[in-house]
C-alpha cells in the first residue's frame, strides 16, 4: 500500500507538471503566431511538447494501474 500510495503521487505531480508544460507550449505558441515564429521559438516550443509527453505517457500509466489495484482491493474486501 505504501509503494502504491508513493506511485499515485508521483503519478499526479507528473501529470500536472506535463500538462503546465503544455500550457506553456500552447502559450508559447500563442506569442509565435501574433509575433513571427523564429527558429528558436520554434524548438522551445517542440521541446515542451517532448517533455510534456514523456512526463504524461508513463504517468498515465501508472495512474491508471494505481487506480486498477484500489478497485480490485475494494472488491475482494482488502
Known amino acids: 500500500r505504501a509503494t502504491r500510495y508513493k506511485a ?5 505531480r507528473a501529470k500536472r507538471a506535463g500538462m503546465l508544460i503544455y500550457l506553456l ?3 508559447l505558441f500563442m506569442i509565435g503566431f501574433g509575433a ?12 515542451c ?4 509527453s514523456l512526463l504524461l505517457l508513463p504517468a498515465t500509466i501508472v495512474g491508471y494501474g494505481v487506480n486498477a489495484a484500489e478497485r480490485e482491493d475494494r472488491a475482494t474486501g482488502r
Open 49 to 52: 511538447l517532448a517533455v510534456g
Open 8 to 12: 499515485a503521487r508521483w503519478a499526479k
Open 25 to 27: 507550449s500552447i502559450v
Open 36 to 47: 513571427g515564429f523564429e527558429p528558436a521559438m520554434v524548438t522551445v516550443i517542440v521541446i
